[in-house]
């Protein structure tokens, strides 16, 4: 079988009985102009070793696959979507591994060598901790294009000063550059979750903070945003002499996380880091 010969999308779900999972936060793209699009807005793929996690039925596979890419990996942790992604293996010889297991084990530099780049309509139930620790190793990543249910992707691009911004904007933003990139409707899935869902384009920064500073970033955000109707000067006690910290940082403890830069935080992150 080849890849004009595979069966529609549709009829693959059926064949394998591949019902979507809310267990496994399953929400599957079915249409392949939207798939196409979302493999579009990925930018140059010509030699990239591409990871999909989460592929479900392999719509998003299909794309990628008829992309330039040098390969597709795709990480899944349904044994159902598997057996259906043999099929797409089997038809595309050489250019699609299929890894099964828990992605959120997995590591993208150990996976496939460079240049990588992340692309996927990810499973809404791990997509947090999932884009979390890619951003804790962004340096080994070319770029990540993701999707996201519209209010995570909201938060992720958030500015300063706005209901949506947080702790996920901040790591997001500190370690690379976010991009909205487009908008989908429920109807757009199947089956059709309760809201919209978006994709966002990350590009990493050139400068690795590496381990240590990346871990004083995630301290001082989980603080400073933990009790984010608390001033800094009192949110920041569990990192201990919060007053010497902000005032150091040249920053005025009766302010809120919400109003902080993303160099404002990096700031902070810098000083508790050399603490350690």
């Known amino acids: 079988m080849t890849g004009a010969d595979l069966p529609s999308l ?20 079915l249409d392949p102009a939207v798939c196409a699009r979302i493999a579009g807005l990925a930018g140059a793929l010509d030699g ?18 008829a992309s330039p890419a040098a390969e597709v990996v795709a990480v899944e942790l349904d044994r159902r979507a598997v057996a259906v992604l043999a099929d797409l293996a089997a038809a595309h010889p050489g250019r ?17 060598p460079a240049p990588r780049k992340i692309i996927a309509n990810l499973p809404y139930n791990v997509a947090t901790p999932l884009l979390v620790g890619w951003l804790r190793g962004a340096a080994a990543l070319e770029g990540m294009t993701l999707m996201f249910q519209q209010e995570v992707a909201e938060r992720i691009c958030a500015a300063p000063d706005t209901e949506a911004y947080g702790r996920l904007s901040v790591l997001a933003q500190w370690r690379c ?35 240590a500073l990346f871990a004083a970033m995630e301290r001082t955000t989980a603080a400073a945003f933990g009790q984010r109707r608390k001033m800094l000067r009192g949110a920041l ?22 109003t902080l830069s993303v160099a404002e935080f990096d700031r902070l992150a810098q000083l508790v880091a050399a603490r350690s």
């Open 96 to 112: 699609l591994r299929i890894v099964e297991g828990d992605a959120l084990k997995v590591d993208p530099a150990a996976l496939v």
């Open 237 to 258: 006690k569990s990192l201990g002499n919060a007053e010497a910290l902000l005032a150091t940082a040249g920053i005025d403890g009766a302010r809120r996380a919400e």
């Open 177 to 211: 550059r976010c991009e909205m990139l487009l908008r989908l409707p429920p109807g757009a899935f199947s089956p059709p979750p309760k809201v919209w869902s978006a994709v966002v384009g990350f590009t990493p920064h050139a400068e690795d903070p590496g381990p």
């Open 48 to 65: 990239r070793h591409v990871i999909e996690v989460g592929p479900g039925p392999g719509g998003l596979t299909r794309a990628l696959l």
């Open 10 to 29: 549709r009829e693959t779900v059926a064949r394998h009985g591949l019902d979507a999972r809310k267990s496994l936060g399953q929400h599957f793209l």
